[in-house]
C-alpha cells in the first residue's frame, strides 16, 4: 500500500517570505516516483516536477526548490520569495509498485498576502 | 500540442439523467486517468487505461459508472442514472507511460440537482 500525508492543511505567509510545504510518504517499493501539482483558484492541475527513488539530489527551478530523503521518507517543497501568484493548493503524489496508481496526498492550501 | 482536452467544462443535469464526459488525451500519451475531486474526499482515481485497455477499474464508485476507450484519442466516462451525490469536478489525464508525469485537463464540473 502506499500513502502520502501532507499534514500542513493551510499555510499564509505574506509575500517574499520562503517557505517549505511538507510532504511524507509511506511504501515499500524500492522503486518510486514522486511528484509535486500545483491547483491555482482557477482550477487546473500543473504538474511541477517528477523525482524517482534513485535520484535523491535536490533540484532547483527558479524560485522552486526540492529536497528528497529517503531516510525520513520525505520529499519537501521551498519557494522561496513567495509571490501572491504562489497562492494555490499544492498536491504531493506518489506513484510506486505494480499498480502504478498516483496517490495524492490531501494538499496544502498556500495563501501569500501583500 | 494541445495538452489534455475535456468537455463539457460545466454540466448541469437532473438526479437520473445520463450524464458523459469526454476526454481527448495528449497525442502519443499511453495511459489515460480519470480522477474525481471532492471536497470530503480529495482527489479520487476512478479509472486508468493502457494502451486503450482499462487496467484498474476499482476507484469506480458503482455500476452507475462506466468508462471506454475506443482508440488512443478518445475516451468517455458515463453516469447512469446520475445522483447528486455525483457533483464533483472530474479530471482527465493522460502519460507517456505510467511511471510517467501525468497531464490534467481543465475538468469537468459535474452539478446533479
Redesign the interface.
Known amino acids: 500500500a502506499q500513502k502520502v500525508t501532507q499534514a500542513q492543511t493551510e499555510i499564509s505567509v505574506v509575500e517574499k517570505e520562503d517557505v517549505t510545504l511538507d510532504c511524507v510518504y509511506e511504501t515499500r517499493d524500492t522503486t518510486y516516483y514522486l511528484f509535486w501539482y500545483k491547483q491555482p483558484p482557477s482550477g487546473e492541475l500543473v504538474f511541477l516536477i517528477r523525482r524517482n527513488s534513485f535520484d535523491e539530489q535536490n533540484e532547483i527551478s527558479g524560485r522552486y526548490s526540492w529536497n528528497f530523503q529517503k531516510s525520513t521518507s520525505s520529499f519537501n517543497f521551498t519557494i522561496t520569495a513567495s509571490q501572491v501568484v504562489d497562492s494555490a493548493v499544492y498536491f504531493c503524489a506518489l506513484n510506486s509498485g505494480t499498480a502504478s496508481k498516483l496517490t495524492f496526498g490531501t494538499g496544502t492550501r498556500l495563501q501569500v498576502t501583500l | 500540442d494541445a495538452g489534455v482536452i475535456q468537455s463539457p467544462r460545466h454540466e448541469v443535469t437532473e438526479m437520473g439523467q445520463e450524464v458523459t464526459l469526454r476526454c481527448k488525451p495528449i497525442s502519443g500519451h499511453n495511459s489515460l ?1 480519470w480522477y474525481r475531486q471532492t471536497m470530503m474526499r ?2 479520487e ?1 476512478l479509472i ?1 487505461f493502457n494502451n486503450n485497455v482499462p ?2 477499474d476499482s476507484g469506480m464508485p458503482e455500476d452507475r459508472f462506466s468508462a471506454k476507450m475506443p482508440n488512443a484519442s478518445f475516451s468517455t466516462l458515463k453516469i447512469q442514472p446520475s445522483e447528486p451525490r455525483d457533483s464533483a ?1 472530474y ?1 482527465c ?1 493522460s502519460s507517456l507511460t ?7 485537463g ?2 469537468t ?1 459535474l452539478t446533479v440537482l
Open positions: 486517468f480529495g482527489l482515481l486508468y487496467i484498474d469536478v479530471f489525464a505510467r511511471w510517467n508525469e501525468q497531464f490534467f481543465p475538468g464540473r
